[in-house]
């Protein structure tokens, strides 16, 4: 299938969800997971959504089989029983996005049209919620480290889906379900950093990926990352990168 650009993975009774998706520029292509097993060294796409219904399981398998032979598409994985364990593991294995179903249209749509941007304007080889070298890795080593408890790894991941957004220590320490002195103690000690900062240098990390582009302001992304004012985003992004974000961007050029 090289000409395909979306390959939809979904038992019959789910397929007929994604045909609206035709819509879309591009091919689609829809199988089952039955075939996509069968076809899985031939399965070239941009981008690949796995609906594994209620088989978690066999979804996550499918998952880690189509990272490690195709590593730079990104997957979005969409499932019937979600739960905190799954989505932790669905990251873990590479998916770049995970819903509960159902899911509206318009937020698949747009999920699917950001992620073709973004292939198109980056060369990463990718793995879960790469927005530039530096925060794939940050991100994948803290995925990868088993001995973070799921409480923590479950505010991480929160954190980096919501950088746009005004994040507390308060707001955090409530979605662990624990004292602010409490959280930001225990999540220093199992990631090395404060809570606070850690937000920070994901912040710094994705605007450094839209920094490399060229549709975006530096007011814009200053916003994007979740910086009310512009001052403090440039203040912080020296502080962090030893430059500001205009000398940055003359660099990739």
Do not use: W
């Amino acid at each position: 299938m090289p000409d395909s650009t979306i390959v939809v993975i979904a038992d019959s009774i789910n397929q007929n969800s994604y045909r609206f998706l035709k819509k879309l520029e591009g091919n689609l292509k829809i199988i089952s997971s039955f075939q996509a097993a069968k076809l899985i060294k031939d399965l070239f796409a941009d981008i690949i959504l796995i609906d594994c219904g209620y088989k978690n399981k066999a979804g996550l398998s499918l998952l880690k089989d189509i990272k490690r032979l195709q590593p730079k598409t990104p997957v979005v994985f969409l499932t019937d029983a979600s739960s905190e364990e799954l989505a932790i593991a669905a990251f873990r294995a590479g998916a770049r996005e995970y819903f509960k179903k159902p899911v509206h249209v318009s937020k698949l749509v747009d999920t699917i049209k950001g992620l073709k941007k973004l292939k198109r304007n980056s060369k990463e080889a990718r793995l879960p919620f790469s927005i530039g070298e530096e925060h794939s890795s940050e991100f994948e080593a803290v995925l990868k480290n088993e001995n973070i408890p799921p409480r923590f790894l479950e505010v991480f991941i929160y954190a980096n889906e919501h950088l746009e957004e005004e994040l507390t220590l308060s707001d955090l320490a409530n979605l662990a379900n624990m004292s602010k002195h409490h959280f930001s103690r225990n999540y220093r000690k199992h990631l090395g950093v404060s809570p606070m900062k850690h937000v920070n240098i994901l912040r710094i990390n994705r605007s450094k990926e839209l920094l490399s582009r060229k549709d975006f302001y530096i007011t814009e992304i200053a916003f994007l990352v979740g910086y009310n004012d512009l001052n403090r985003f440039i203040r912080n992004f020296k502080k962090l990168t030893g430059q500001t974000p205009s000398e940055f961007r003359k660099k990739q050029k």
